[in-house]
């Protein structure tokens, strides 16, 4: 997950690097350009003359903000680039004395209300969720989907069934035999007291006022014009692994980088669904057998491509890894131009597994 961390005055400083701590100096942290003699010269810092230009930017670049300062400051600022909120990256706002901790945008699918939970309860704050299925204790299919990696589909149908659920509506969960990882969705399901009802083939037509949560694969979601109504399909988003690795590295390595990355995000490696690296590697025997292995696509992107990623994100790049190949980012520029113009989560930033560098990211 790319963290952007923000703060304008000095007690605002001093929480912001409490929070980047608590997540184990993961994160970007951006402060105004006062407060550069104030902060340790050890910390890497990006300094802004103006909060409105460094927002913007970041509102495309991270898929978390998390924001020491008064809410209104927030709002204004990101206002105009909302969108959706099954885009939209989460919005944390702390006050400077660390009291409270809001989940200001994108609570469920972007993971905002329960990454403010999270650092509340580190640094002792108190967590202010204003979701209503959240408030009211009730499961919302959306926070479910989060959780689990799915997509939800109709985004018309997420307040349709979250409405009923607020009106003590009960809801009928469907899981797809056909789906691939559905051992995997059955039992996240269970972990949230769900039991799923399996089915195989065409699942017959809604009954009159039944609402339903179906766990499907995209190409078995109807056309808009056939969507069932009071229907929310969810669908397994795919789990891209950029790879980077030496000359050389023999397959059973790559495996078992790739496995242990997965791991790491709590999934098995068959649930990769596409591998992408640099051209550069497009003959290395280890990753291509790699591919063959897990029967599963490898796309290579020219340097020019993977520049463009880490320029548009601003991703961290090595400098061994520039001089060498030209572009100092394999790993999670090549998971992101695999994304495409639709972007992506990131699961698992760059990570460095022997000889092998992976990154894992979750297609939006």
């Not at 942290?29 to 003699?37: A, I, S, T, V």
């Not at 069934?161 to 056909?178: H, I, M, Q, T, V």
């Amino acid at each position: 997950m790319r963290t952007a961390l923000f703060a304008l005055t000095q007690g605002g400083v001093r929480l912001a690097l409490r929070l980047h701590d608590a997540e184990g100096g993961k994160g970007t942290l951006f402060f105004p350009e006062r407060m550069r003699e104030q902060v340790p010269a050890e910390r890497k810092v990006q300094y802004f003359v103006r909060l409105a230009d460094v927002m913007q930017d970041a509102f495309g670049r991270y898929d978390t903000l998390v924001c020491v300062m008064a809410t209104g400051i927030v709002v204004r600022m990101i206002a105009p680039y909302i969108n959706s909120k099954l885009y939209d990256p989460a919005v944390l706002v702390f006050d400077e004395q660390g009291r409270h901790g809001i989940s200001l945008l994108s609570g469920h699918v972007g993971g905002a209300n329960e990454y403010t939970q999270r650092l509340c309860a580190v640094i002792g704050a108190d967590p202010v969720i204003t979701t209503a299925t959240d408030v009211t204790g009730v499961r919302a299919p959306d926070a479910i989907a989060a959780r689990l990696a799915l997509r939800p589909e109709p985004k018309v149908a997420i307040q349709v069934l979250n409405s009923a659920l607020l009106e003590g509506k009960w809801l009928d969960y469907f899981l797809d035999r056909a789906v691939a990882q559905h051992e995997f969705y059955e039992a996240g399901l269970c972990g949230e007291g769900i039991s799923a009802a399996p089915f195989e083939g065409i699942l017959p037509p809604p009954e009159e006022a039944q609402y339903r949560v179906v766990v499907t694969a995209a190409e078995r979601v109807p056309d808009a014009s056939e969507m069932p109504m009071r229907t929310l399909y969810l669908v397994p988003r795919r789990l891209i692994a950029g790879v980077g690795c030496r000359a050389g590295v023999p397959e059973e390595e790559i495996m078992r980088a790739l496995t242990e990355a997965c791991a790491q995000i709590g999934r098995d490696v068959s649930a990769i669904s596409v591998i992408a690296s640099t051209e550069v590697k497009r003959n290395e025997p280890g990753l291509l057998a790699a591919a063959r292995t897990l029967n599963r696509e490898i796309i290579f992107y020219a340097r020019e491509e993977l520049a463009q990623m880490v320029e548009q994100y601003g991703l961290k790049e090595s400098n061994f890894v520039k001089q060498t190949i030209g572009v100092g980012n394999v790993s999670e520029a090549a998971a992101l131009c695999a994304a495409g113009k639709s972007g992506g989560r990131m699961a698992l930033g760059r990570t460095v597994l022997g000889k092998v560098t992976v990154a894992l990211l979750w297609e939006k």
